[in-house]
């Protein structure tokens, strides 16, 4: 009898090995790992926002209008609990990657701004947080890159044969994944141009 149960339990680990289980108990591992990472990223991002903006206020008091966007993005962006449940959930998920790219975009706008102001730039203070920033932006590259990966691996094993069977079986469904190339990297802000050094922005006599 217990040699008959020891084979019963070898031959359902083979079963379930073969169907794409043991793919399924991996990639979503991975999954996790990789969101976690994920979340990690964005919230040293949130951190770094009020300094910068704090730092960009003392410097570039005719910048409000950036200024105020760039924190209404922040506020926009924190205020998306993102729980364990939120991967899968499309309609969630969607929103979350939007507040981020609009924080993105709201940041990237600001980069631009001060260039127009030499002095700022020079600020020993605003550099480090910059640096800082740049290093964060490509960290969220990575750690997206590799939650993108991830969920693709998984999702093509929820959809393909015969492992789609285990997926019915288990409950396994597919995850919402970020849009590839949807949030540009601030890293290297465009160049902007004003002819000298010494002009001073438009609007500051």
């Not at 090995?17 to 108990?25: D, L, R, V, W």
């Not at 991975?30 to 990223?41: M, P, Y």
């Not at 730092?55 to 950036?66: D, F, H, L, N, S």
């Amino acid at each position: 009898m217990r040699k008959f149960l020891t084979l019963l339990l070898m031959l359902v680990t083979l079963g379930l090995s073969g169907c794409g289980y043991n793919t399924f108990q991996r990639t979503d591992e991975q999954i996790k790992s990789s969101w976690s990472e994920v979340l990690n990223q964005y919230q040293r991002r949130a951190d770094l926002v009020p300094n910068l903006v704090n730092t960009v206020k003392a410097a570039a008091a005719y910048e409000q209008e950036t200024l105020v966007a760039v924190t209404n993005a922040r506020a926009g962006a924190t205020s998306i609990k993102a729980t364990p449940e939120l991967i899968n959930d499309p309609q969630a998920f969607a929103r979350f990657e939007a507040a981020q790219a609009q924080l993105s975009s709201a940041l990237s706008r600001l980069l631009v701004v001060v260039e127009k102001y030499p002095d700022l730039k020079a600020n020993s203070g605003y550099r480090d947080l910059q640096a800082q920033l740049e290093g964060t932006e490509n960290r969220i590259t990575v750690a997206r890159n590799r939650y993108i990966k991830a969920v693709q691996e998984y999702n093509v094993s929820v959809r393909t044969f015969p492992s789609n069977l285990t997926a019915m079986v288990f409950g396994y469904s597919v995850k919402p994944n970020f849009s590839v190339g949807d949030e540009k990297t601030i890293a290297t802000p465009p160049k902007v141009e004003f002819g000298g050094t010494d002009k001073k922005p438009e609007g500051v006599r």
